[in-house]
């Protein structure tokens, strides 16, 4: 029952805390105490580090930790053609009081083109130093739109927003293709907004901003669907399911049920990382969707504190998962990253990585070798 091909029984999301030393070295560089090749030859370094950790205790898709950017989503987005990052007050507020730096994001002129990202150099360079599955992580296209709606994309830019749901559709889809073609066979899209929308508060500020939030996982699965519309046959994409994940404090609550048939059975990917370590996520009755031939990933161990879980509760968790899908459909990974932004969660470094060997041996102990 183990996997050869992604998602890996044993799995994980993709971000990594960041060491001392980068996070010493982006200092330096923001203080203009060194270049940007002198802060890039650090982060090779840093990331060949965990590339090697990763291989360590047993991973079979590696990342780069998301160890260049500062931020999961607006690093990628913001060097799309027609988007910018810009200073601003975010809406969508973390609990707890404290929140990622106020950057939101903003379409400035008409999306659609594509004229190569930075982050295929990234992916090239952990292809060329991993001698397992290199594994590519962007946000989904609904990055761009949920936090601010309207604010977000002006009507003086797009006045219709179905051509800006098609228009950005085609830039996924052609940024996609730049990845695939760089060799990448496993990308995944981080997706927070499909959970967002199972959240009545969250819901409510969208109603409150005047749009609809009955139409937008309808309207985002068309962009997801069109951006794997011209990939390999060999190529998988996976979808994060995440109700956020800063310094070890979240966003949303709410179960899958809202977005369940949809999210399984209308977006074309081939498996879900969906987020379940905590009551907050609801039960596992929304699998009851997953159709034939799609992996669910339960994220059982979580990245928000260095405790171990118990291996025995892990394990009668996915039996309880496996009375509404397949144990044949399931895998095993922490329920998001370990370091969404630069900044990183409240867990030590060996923690960190404790967590993911435990991922690794269960899933060895539940599916085999």
């Not at 090779?44 to 998301?66: F, N």
Request: with cysteine; aromatic share 8%.
């Amino acid at each position: 029952m183990q996997r050869t091909k992604p998602p890996f029984r044993a799995d994980q999301v993709g971000s990594l805390l960041r060491s001392s030393a980068l996070k010493d070295a982006r200092a330096k560089r923001a203080a203009g105490e060194i270049s940007a090749e002198q802060l890039k030859a650090i982060e090779d370094r840093e990331i060949e580090a965990l590339i090697k950790k990763q291989e360590a205790v047993g991973l079979k898709s590696i990342t780069d930790g998301e160890n260049r950017r500062k931020s999961w989503q607006t690093d990628f987005v913001a060097a799309l053609p027609g988007i910018a990052a810009v200073p601003g007050q975010r809406k969508v507020a973390f609990q707890g009081g404290v929140q990622p730096q106020q950057l939101l994001i903003r379409v400035q002129d008409k999306v659609g083109g594509f004229d190569g990202h930075p982050m295929i150099e990234h992916f090239k360079f952990l292809a060329a130093h991993t001698k397992q599955t290199p594994k590519m992580t962007i946000p989904s296209p609904s990055a761009v739109h949920f936090r601010d709606g309207r604010d977000a994309v002006p009507v003086s830019v797009y006045p219709d927003i179905e051509d800006f749901y098609r228009d950005l559709g085609q830039t996924y889809r052609k940024a996609v293709r730049a990845f695939a073609d760089a060799g990448c066979r496993y990308l995944q899209l981080d997706e927070v907004n499909f959970t967002y929308l199972c959240d009545p508060t969250l819901v409510q500020q969208v109603r409150d901003r005047g749009e609809d939030p009955d139409t937008l996982p309808a309207a985002y699965a068309r962009m997801i669907n069109a951006a794997m519309s011209d990939i390999p046959s060999d190529m998988a994409i996976t979808m994060h399911l995440c109700r956020g994940n800063f310094r070890s404090t979240f966003i949303a609550s709410g179960g899958y049920e809202p977005v369940a048939e949809l999210l399984f059975n209308t977006i074309n990917v081939h498996g879900y990382f969906m987020e379940y370590d905590s009551e907050r996520a609801g039960g596992f009755e929304p699998l009851r969707f997953v159709p034939k031939g799609k992996q669910v990933v339960l994220g059982l161990v979580t990245s928000k504190t260095g405790q171990l879980e118990s291996r025995d509760t892990i394990k009668r968790r996915i039996e309880q998962a496996s009375k509404f899908v397949p144990l044949d459909q399931i895998c095993l990974s922490p329920q998001c990253g370990f370091a969404s932004s630069e900044e990183g969660n409240i867990i030590a470094e060996d923690e960190q990585w404790a967590k993911l060997r435990m991922v690794v041996e269960l899933a060895e102990e539940i599916w085999g070798r």
